[in-house]
């Protein structure tokens, strides 16, 4: 199945886009059993897609490397 990434509606921005345009962040989308990322900078680029139980420990580990 092929799933259509381009549809604006499937993505959302990050919480965390940060102040002014808020074009500084990533961009999530939910597909099914799937969650897709992506720079919203660069839209037709590289897509990162997890699948659904990794999302959650995937953004922990990101946090905790922020520490």
Do not use: Q, V, W, Y
């Given at each position: 199945m092929r799933?259509?990434?381009t549809t604006p509606d499937n993505w959302r921005?990050?919480?965390y886009s940060?102040?002014?345009?808020?074009?500084a962040c990533v961009e999530v989308a939910h597909l099914h059993a799937h969650i897709a990322i992506?720079?919203?900078k660069a839209p037709a680029r590289a897509t990162l897609t997890v699948?659904?139980?990794?999302f959650s420990?995937?953004?922990?580990a990101l946090k905790?490397?922020?520490?």
């Open positions: 799933h259509t990434m921005k990050s919480s940060g102040g002014g345009e808020g074009n992506r720079d919203s699948p659904n139980g990794i420990p995937f953004i922990e905790a490397e922020e520490l």
